[in-house]
């Protein structure tokens, strides 16, 4: 049985956080370690976070001396991961029971090297909408970015030295799941509705100009598109998105 390294980064989450933990506890699959990265500033967060240790005895803390953001505290997780499988969820997500047992076995018995699965969206505890996982390429990756990063597992093989998650406010997985696409691995589907994904009104991933900043940026610098390409590959992207929220 595989050890998991779950990687948890964590910033402002304390409604949610231990509903979250909560998920990785109730799992059927038990072997795994949990790696929760502070990277927040409050101290009163942290002494929270304290006593939630004392309950969940597989969770270790790793505290940012600075904040990186997601992508960067992800990265700190990763580092510090000793499992074989690197398994993704925010701090404010949550997984259904069987999760870890559903993937973990299909990816052992396919040998994928990395996977996601179906999910929900939730906002204000109800849920809104559900997305459906698919096999993804890069050539329809780079049209539609249809991955939950909480839904995601994958081999700690596959990160080497620039497969990492970029220093970007958002759609930082995205540029990870394309560099990963890129080597020639298909991201396998699960059609399984296995997380929860809480939608937030307020969040980073919910303001308009920062991802059209930040999806140009995902062309341009990343995949070193020209100008052009960059804007018509982020009309394509943006429409796409559009068109699977209506």
Known sequence: MPLVSIVVPYYRKKLFISQCLRSIHNQTYKHYEIILVYDDEDPR???????????????FIIKNK???????????????????????????????????????NLMKK????????????????????????????????????????????????????????????????YVL?????????????????????QKSSNSLSSNTLRKLLDGYCVYRMYLSYSVIKSLYSLFILSFNFIKKNN
């Open 177 to 197: 799941w394309l560099k990963i696409a890129r080597q020639g691995k298909t991201i396998y589907a699960i059609n399984k509705i296995l997380m929860s994904w």
């Open 110 to 173: 396919n040998n994928w090297d990395i996977s996601h699965t179906s999910y929900k969206i939730i906002s204000n505890k109800v849920a809104i909408q559900n997305r459906k996982a698919k096999d993804l390429s890069f050539q329809n990756l780079i049209k539609s970015c249809d991955i939950g990063l909480s839904s995601v597992i994958m081999k700690r093989s596959l990160f080497k030295q620039n497969i990492k998650f970029p220093n970007l406010k958002t759609k930082e997985d």
């Open 45 to 59: 967060d942290y002494e929270y976070l304290l006593t939630l240790k004392k309950i969940y005895k597989k969770l």
């Open 66 to 104: 600075k904040r990186q953001g997601a992508g960067g505290a992800r990265n700190l997780g990763i580092k510090f991961a000793k499992g074989d499988y690197i398994a993704f969820l925010d701090s404010d997500d949550m997984w259904h029971k069987q999760k870890l047992k559903i993937q973990i």
